[in-house]
């Protein structure tokens, strides 16, 4: 499924309120997006401060190009379509998305998100503002998880 914007109903309904709030929840954050993209590989780096850099990397599906636009935009999630896909996520995932990169975007000012999706020759490097638009776009290296 795509990632696109929740409708406001929704939005409204769940208050989609998750918020980085420390290191911690960001970690939490990023590994269950890897394990939801069904990684079977996860290496996490993190500076000593937990501040400079946080770094995960997986061997899981990645974001098709199409999505790219969207994937740090707040209220923008590939889990549901609306408030009654809930019932049925906790049998697909690990949580429904639409703020944690969001918010990790604009706590950090920036952003690197390295992407591959199967089939691609190279991966995606995508810039992203404070508030999650794509600044660049550009091809990088592919990486492998450890």
Known sequence: MSICPL??????????SQVITD???LVKEL???????RASSILLEIS???????????????????????ICK???TSKLR?????????????GFRGEALASAA??????????????????????????GDVLRCEAALPFSAA
């Open 7 to 16: 409708p406001q109903s929704t939005i409204t309904i769940i208050g989609a």
């Open 23 to 25: 290191a911690a929840s």
């Open 31 to 37: 590994i269950d997006n890897a394990l939801d993209a």
């Open 48 to 70: 000593s401060n937990a501040l400079d850099f946080i770094q995960v990397r997986d061997n899981g599906h990645g974001v098709p190009a199409i999505d790219h636009d969207l």
């Open 74 to 76: 707040r209220y923008c």
């Open 82 to 94: 609306s408030y009654d896909d809930l019932k049925n996520i906790a049998a697909m995932s690990l």
């Open 106 to 131: 604009e706590l950090s000012g920036s952003m690197l998100i390295t992407t591959r999706v199967e089939g691609d020759a190279a991966a995606t490097a995508l810039s992203i503002a404070r508030n």
